[in-house]
């Protein structure tokens, strides 16, 4: 039997396959030797294929590794003394595929600070001691570890660590004079972290010192002699408060006073007029080893200075006034005495006045100088001389007795000032500022607004010239109007708020100013300002016929006011839009719009609108365009509504009389009357289908109850009767042929005669509807469908024949050959 030979597999098929194998050189070199054709197809894939066997043996060798949980302990507890040893156990779970011991990574944290780290291929606990803990060591601890890059921390643990050290304090000096320095210590054994050290002096605090040591010196002074009782304490910043430790035991240190107190001598006396000399002597007695600077003052204003003693010597004025100090200083010791010194007046200040307080231009004014105390003990009135001055130039030369008139000019305005003299002692007066007031000039009005009648407008008056506060008052026909307005700063403006009734009114107002009384009343010119008058209500005309138009008429739209200030602006609206249709502006009252030729879509409701400087937009009352046809459209469709009328008429007439001539019989019947009088016969047209002419096959049929109708269950025929009515009024019903026809009988020879007498001079005609009855034998030739129609002429002949000068006897059948015709 024949046998298909082996399907080498693809090399992506055998790549699962090889990986079963440990790669290892001997199975290498086996496979490579066991497959050697597999080996020459798959030759360019050698590369790949060792990069996937060296990254699986990579792989293979790669250690599994779980760290469930970090815990941290702290031994002894969480809260302990100052002092305690304290351990931290960090304490990993960890889970490795591996049976060797793996690289363990420790860190310890204390407020996110690493504190302490070490490596350790040990699977124990890691401890971490903090011996004889401080304050400085609370805080909150955790710890994590790192095991072949995989990280875990543990959760944070609160370590609070109470009972700070007691400061140390230490004096160099127990016995110092003033101004003499005592290096002081203070010392936290044992505590470390970040401190604050505070030395006392008593209860005041004399120094503050921030240091991370526990260690601090300072240097202290005193300025005041006697015992002193110092000590110390400090303060821990341990975020976020701070810990403060208890007081250090306290060191006394005596300061003796150093003898530098100076002494202070005042000459002639303490009170002393103006004029007279002080003399002041500062000095510091006794003898020492350094030398001793000596200050005199006044007011923190040293006034002079030297070693050991000074004079200090002055010509007094009144202002010499006040608390003299005597200041005795060595290294930074400072010692001080001081008295006061009263200087009276040789005369006071001078005062300087001005008569009347304001002046006007041309009016007169005077100024007076002069000093309310003179110290008679050194002087007399006459001793003190005055002088007066205008922007620092003299207006008084030579003897001035205080007094000194002159008439009003804005060329003497200025500053004045006076000097009184005596004994070389100069004082200068008070400072007047002099300005001649202007009188009021003539008034002028205006209007910062549009003037529009019937509205509020403010009225502006005002003075070019003119001093303040100017009163402004409004006139109207020269009646004052209320308020008065007074102008008091220059910033501040006479408005007034009036409003017109008539274009006309603008000239009534007038301004009054006046700023020194009735006498400098000014009066304005009339207020002479344009107007605007607002537009009245707009009238809006449509021509020609007032907007009852005929198509083709040329359309004018007019709108027009009666009062209104130009230019005016006119704006024409349609009603159901927002924008105007046209829009302009003039200087006439009146303006028009043409719409064009009349059409019928201009039919509807227009108005206008009309609006000036005034702002006030006024609409005119709606008009109404109704455009009616041309005259030939309208005599278009008269004729068109005639022949219609004509054509219905005609359609009309035609169908009165198809419906009539559905009431003649299909066949004529001769029937004639039972009165030999009667002349009359009636000529039914028989189709070859009715009951008469089938009589002989055997269809009997019946009366369905209608007037002149024989049917055999359908209208197989139809007999149409004479129309008169006297020639039906009884009917005979005759046997054929063993058929039966209808025959008219007449009851009397009356109706015989009158029968005779009203018979119609023309045929009657009628019209008869006759459906066949379809055979029942299939076998026969197929039916034709559809309505015989009969015309029957009926005509009547007192002779008993037709006759053949008048209407013929027309006969007209179209028969429903429903059935085969007879053979």
Not at 441 to 446: V, Y
């Amino acid at each position: 039997m024949w046998h298909s030979p082996p399907v080498r597999p693809p090399a992506v098929f055998l790549l699962p396959w090889l990986l079963a194998f440990p790669v290892t050189s001997v199975p290498r070199a086996m496979w490579a030797n066991q497959l050697p054709p597999l080996r020459m197809g798959l030759q360019p894939l050698y590369p790949l294929l060792l990069a996937l066997l060296a990254t699986w043996q990579v792989a293979e060798t790669l250690p599994v590794l779980i760290i469930e949980s970090v815990k941290l302990t702290v031994l002894p507890g969480h809260h302990v003394e100052s002092g305690t040893n304290v351990t931290l156990q960090c304490d990993p779970q960890i889970t490795s595929s591996t049976g060797h011991p793996l690289t363990h990574q420790y860190t310890f944290y204390r407020d996110s600070t690493t504190v302490y780290t070490k490596n350790t291929t040990t699977g124990s606990p890691l401890a971490y001691l903090i011996p004889q803990a401080r304050v400085a060591n609370s805080g909150s601890y955790k710890c994590s570890v790192t095991v072949h890059g995989k990280h875990s921390e543990s959760s944070s643990k609160l370590l609070n660590v109470t009972g700070l050290q007691t400061p140390v304090l230490f004096i160099n000096k127990s016995f110092v004079t003033e101004g003499e320095e005592v290096t002081a210590s203070c010392s936290a054994p044992k505590e470390f972290g970040s401190f604050y050290f505070y030395f006392y002096e008593g209860s005041k605090e004399v120094k503050k010192m921030a240091t991370s040591s526990n260690v601090v010196k300072a240097e202290l002074k005193f300025t005041s002699q006697g015992n002193k009782s110092l000590y110390c304490e400090y303060v821990i910043d341990l975020q976020p408060g701070v810990i403060r430790s208890s007081k250090s035991t306290t060191s006394q240190v005596y300061v003796q006073e150093l003898s530098i107190r100076p002494s202070i001598e005042i000459l002639p006396s303490t009170n002393i007029i103006e004029g007279d000399i002080l003399q002041i002597t500062c000095n510091v007695s006794g003898s020492r080893q350094k030398s001793i600077t000596v200050y005199v003052s006044k007011d923190s204003d040293i006034k002079q200075n030297g070693e050991d003693s000074i004079v200090y010597v002055k010509k007094v004025l009144s202002d010499d006034s006040g608390v003299y100090e005597c200041k005795s200083m060595m290294g930074n010791v400072l010692k001080s005495v001081n008295s006061s010194v009263v200087v009276s007046e040789l005369f006071s200040k001078p005062i300087l006045t001005m008569e009347p307080h304001e002046v006007f231009e041309k009016e007169s004014f005077s100024l007076a100088c002069s000093s309310a105390n003179i110290s008679t003990e050194r002087i007399q009135q006459n001793d003190v001389k005055y002088s007066l001055y205008n922007n620092g130039r003299l207006l008084t030369a030579g003897d001035f007795r205080g007094k000194f008139s002159n008439k009003a000019h804005t060329s003497h305005n200025g500053n004045y000032t006076c000097e009184a003299v005596a004994k070389m002692i100069r004082k200068p007066s008070n400072v007047i500022v002099f300005k001649a007031k202007v009188l009021v000039s003539k008034p002028l009005i205006n209007v910062f607004d549009k003037v529009i009648v019937g509205k509020p407008f403010r009225v502006h008056c005002h003075c070019e010239n003119g001093s303040l506060p100017i009163s402004y008052t409004l006139l109207n026909n020269k009646v004052t109007q209320q308020p008065i307005m007074r102008v008091r700063e220059p910033n501040y403006k006479a408005f007034f708020t009036v409003t017109i009734r008539r274009k006309e009114d603008i000239r009534n107002f007038t301004c009054e100013a006046e700023n020194n009384g009735y006498s400098s009343k000014k009066e304005s010119e009339a207020l002479n300002v344009t107007v605007i008058e607002p537009v009245s209500n707009p009238t809006l005309l449509i021509m020609p016929n007032y907007g009852k138009v005929t198509e083709g008429e040329e359309l004018y739209l007019a709108c027009s006011v009666r009062e209104g200030s130009p230019p005016i602006t006119f704006k024409w609206y349609r009603d159901g839009l927002d924008q105007p249709m046209y829009t302009t502006t003039t200087k006439e009252r009146s303006e028009s719009y043409t719409l064009g030729h009349a059409i019928g879509d201009h039919s509807g409701k227009y108005h206008c609108v009309a609006v000036n400087w005034a702002n006030e937009a006024v609409p005119s009352k709606v008009a109404v365009i109704s455009v009616s046809l041309a005259r030939w459209k309208k005599v278009l469709i008269g004729a068109f509504c005639l022949l219609l009328l004509a054509a219905l008429v005609g359609f009309g007439c035609y169908r009165y009389r198809a419906k009539r001539g559905k009431r003649e019989t299909a066949t004529e019947l001769s029937v004639k009357p039972s009165s030999p009088k009667s002349e009359d016969s009636l000529t039914v047209s028989l189709a070859h289908d009715t009951e008469v002419y089938n009589a002989h096959k055997g269809a009997a049929p019946h009366f369905d109850g209608t007037e002149g109708r024989a049917a055999n269950g359908t209208r197989d025929s139809v007999a149409s009767l004479p129309v008169n009515g006297s020639n039906r009024s009884s009917y005979n019903s005759v046997d054929v042929g063993g058929r039966s026809v209808w025959s008219e009988r007449e009851s009397d020879s009356d109706t015989d005669n009158q029968s005779s007498e009203e018979a119609p001079k023309e045929p009657d005609v009628e019209y008869t509807e006759v459906v066949h009855l379809q055979p029942a034998d299939g076998s026969r030739a197929p039916v034709r469908k559809g309505t015989d129609t009969v015309y029957s002429e009926l005509q009547n002949s007192s002779q008993g024949v037709a006759d053949q000068s008048g209407y013929g006897s027309v006969e007209y059948a179209q028969l429903n050959h429903g059935q085969p015709e007879p053979v």
